[in-house]
């Protein structure tokens, strides 16, 4: 049976010779496809946009305004949305399709425009993550605890562990949409008590390191596990403990501090 992640693979496999070849992989990080549909519904690419430029410029431009390259438009047009199936995304919801090339010359697809996190969120990254597993096990929680309830409001969030609750002073950071792949900080979520929204913008406020724009931006396209870094750095920052919490639709991102 073909799992999603092994047609990615055949798909991406297919492409990157034009990915190589005629889109001048070797001289960026990211390319971003933007998409948009045409008045009979088929899909067209309506701009092509390189992200983590990491080679000659001059390569780019070229590869861009080749005459053969139009040509490639409708192939890119089909991956992308082929790709976007894979993760249950709608490309007409997220606009496009991301793809990342690596280290090894190997290329990934991530739905949406996702241009590459800021360079001092890769530098800060290790810390940041391992500052989340050791400040999340230092709240005592226990391995079976469950978290049963958050209220915006009293910024609470109450952890069940067998027949004993434990309530946690919490700011609610932000959501990731997995429908369109965005982390939304909570102080831009319209759906939130105004308290909720005020705290979480006072502890991105106090964010120290202006160079991670993505903290100062209000909805971003990014995807899942740079959310969590992020909520991560800023945890960090505050002495907080950052958790996860996957919902239906995304995953919500809280900071704790015992009561």
């Not at 390569?59 to 089909?78: C, H, K, N, Y």
């Not at 369109?180 to 759906?191: E, I, K, Q």
């Amino acid at each position: 049976m073909t799992t999603d992640a092994d047609f990615r693979r055949e798909v991406l496999t297919e492409l990157a010779p034009v990915l190589r070849e005629a889109l001048a992989s070797h001289a960026w990080g990211r390319l971003l496809v933007h998409t948009a549909r045409r008045d009979d519904g088929s899909l067209r690419v309506s701009d092509l946009e390189v992200d983590d430029v990491i080679g000659p410029e001059a390569d780019i431009e070229r590869a861009m305004g080749a005459p053969d390259t139009p040509s490639l438009l409708p192939v890119l047009a089909t991956a992308v949305e082929a790709l976007a199936s894979t993760w249950s995304v709608d490309v007409d919801d997220v606009g496009g399709g991301t793809f990342v090339r690596d280290d090894e010359g190997a290329f990934h697809h991530l739905p949406g425009l996702v241009r590459a996190p800021s360079a001092a969120v890769d530098l800060r990254a290790a810390a940041a993550l391992a500052w989340a597993s050791s400040s999340f096990a230092g709240l005592g929680l226990g391995e079976d605890a469950t978290l049963v309830e958050v209220d915006p409001e009293r910024a609470v969030a109450v952890w069940q562990s067998g027949d004993a609750r434990r309530e946690l002073r919490c700011v609610v950071l932000g959501t990731f949409a997995r429908a369109s792949w965005t982390l939304v900080w909570a102080h831009a979520n319209p759906s939130l008590p105004e308290a909720a929204r005020a705290r979480c913008h006072e502890a991105l406020d106090a964010f120290t390191d202006r160079a991670v724009w993505e903290v100062s931006t209000p909805q971003l396209a990014t995807d899942e596990r740079t959310a969590w870094t992020l909520a991560a750095l800023v945890a960090e920052d505050a002495r907080l403990a950052p958790v996860a919490v996957r919902q239906e639709q995304g995953t919500l991102f809280l900071l704790l501090e015992a009561a």
